[in-house]
């Protein structure tokens, strides 16, 4: 970077517009260049840059030791997600068409949500685009979160492949709001930080269900933790077990989601309505937030909603027909 000055953060989109590759390169943090040469790059950058007239800033969020910059075009086809390091150097570039699936505010979770914890987490991943919120792109869990623990913008101290090392770990979790426990795992192995667990990609977890067709899952937890049994009723704030590092973790995270199954793979997600109105993104800070005026939760509020019509499906279709007829 000697002799060649830096672009800053908040003037990169600009300096992507009007073809300044080479700068921008040097920025690269090694890995990065490790991945793409410098002419490569230049021609992405012309090829990307078409029909693009402006790009404005969407998102920023400050992850510890990152920031993430996200800029859409003026037509919001495109975009461009950019990590920089403290340094300004940059850690990821990510340039991709910017998808929007249309069941966004459609798909609202009936019941409202705390999140399911006790003390304040940062949100890692959560949001309307894949660029800020990974599950983005899958509609079994669109509209889930990723929370992490977070303090002097590390998620660890010490060893990172000691599980105990990361703040998340072994932390107290929480019923986002009352339901019927329907599903239970808990002996699943907590993975050595950096390793997957594919296989069983929720890990230990519990799924909760509150309404007639809206259930909650809370996945990755610590092994043997869960403290709760299929057929309990829990109310919002109970304890449910404890963060872990289970399923298709690198790190100890705490994954929360709402849907409308109970088998999370044929699930649909909900948009979570949060019971303060709030609408938690990549790098805020989430905290619990519960109702006191919440009603007691009782397995009544499994049943369906009562009909405005008793009449059977049949009646109502001889009488459409009779009508059809009269014409």
């Known amino acids: 970077m000697k002799g060649r000055k830096k672009i800053k953060p908040d003037d990169?989109?600009?300096?992507?517009?009007?073809?300044?590759?080479k700068v921008i390169y040097s920025q690269f943090i090694d890995d990065l260049k490790g991945v793409i040469t410098l002419d490569q790059f230049e021609k992405m950058v012309v090829t990307f840059?078409?029909?693009?007239g402006q790009f404005y800033l969407k998102h920023v969020a400050h992850l510890g030791m990152h920031t993430h910059y996200l800029w859409v075009d003026d037509k919001r086809k495109k975009a461009l997600s950019v990590y920089f390091g403290e340094d300004e150097m940059i850690h990821m570039l990510t340039m991709k068409p910017f998808t929007v699936f249309k069941d966004y505010g459609k798909s609202v979770s009936e019941v409202s949500y705390t999140m399911p914890v006790k003390e304040e987490w940062l949100v890692f991943w959560g949001g309307d685009n894949e660029f800020i919120n990974y599950h983005y792109v899958y509609g079994s869990q669109r509209y889930a979160y990723d929370l992490l623990q977070m303090k002097d913008g590390k998620t660890h101290k010490g060893d990172?492949?000691?599980?105990?090392?990361?703040?998340?770990f072994d932390k107290e979790i929480t019923a986002p709001a009352g339901g019927k426990v329907v599903k239970v795992v808990?002996?699943?192995?907590?993975?050595?930080?950096g390793e997957m667990n594919e296989k069983r990609p929720s890990g230990n977890h519990v799924i909760i269900q509150h309404a007639h067709k809206e259930y909650s899952m809370i996945a990755h937890l610590k092994k043997e933790s869960i403290t709760v049994e299929e057929g309990?009723?829990?109310?919002?704030?109970?304890?449910?077990?404890?963060?872990g590092n289970s399923g298709n973790s690198s790190?100890?995270?705490?994954?929360?989601?709402?849907?409308?199954?109970?088998?999370?793979?044929?699930?649909?997600?909900?948009?979570?309505?949060?019971?303060?109105?709030s609408t938690p993104m990549q790098g805020d800070i989430a905290k619990p937030t519960?109702?006191?005026?919440?009603k007691k939760f009782t397995p009544d509020h499994l049943k369906p909603a009562a009909s405005t019509d008793n009449r059977s499906i049949m009646e109502a279709v001889s009488d459409s027909v009779a009508r059809w007829f009269r014409r």
């Not at 840059?49 to 693009?52: H, M």
């Not at 599980?163 to 998340?168: D, F, S």
């Not at 909900?270 to 019971?275: A, H, L, T, V």
């Open 186 to 193: 808990n002996h699943i192995r907590d993975n050595v930080p």
């Open 49 to 52: 840059n078409q029909d693009i």
């Open 251 to 277: 790190e100890p995270h705490l994954h929360f989601q709402v849907m409308d199954k109970a088998r999370a793979v044929r699930a649909k997600s909900f948009r979570i309505r949060f019971s303060d109105g």
């Open 290 to 294: 519960p109702d006191p005026s919440r």
């Open 232 to 243: 309990d009723i829990v109310q919002q704030g109970d304890t449910l077990g404890r963060c």
């Open 12 to 21: 990169f989109a600009a300096a992507f517009l009007n073809k300044r590759p």
């Open 160 to 168: 990172p492949l000691q599980n105990e090392n990361y703040h998340a």
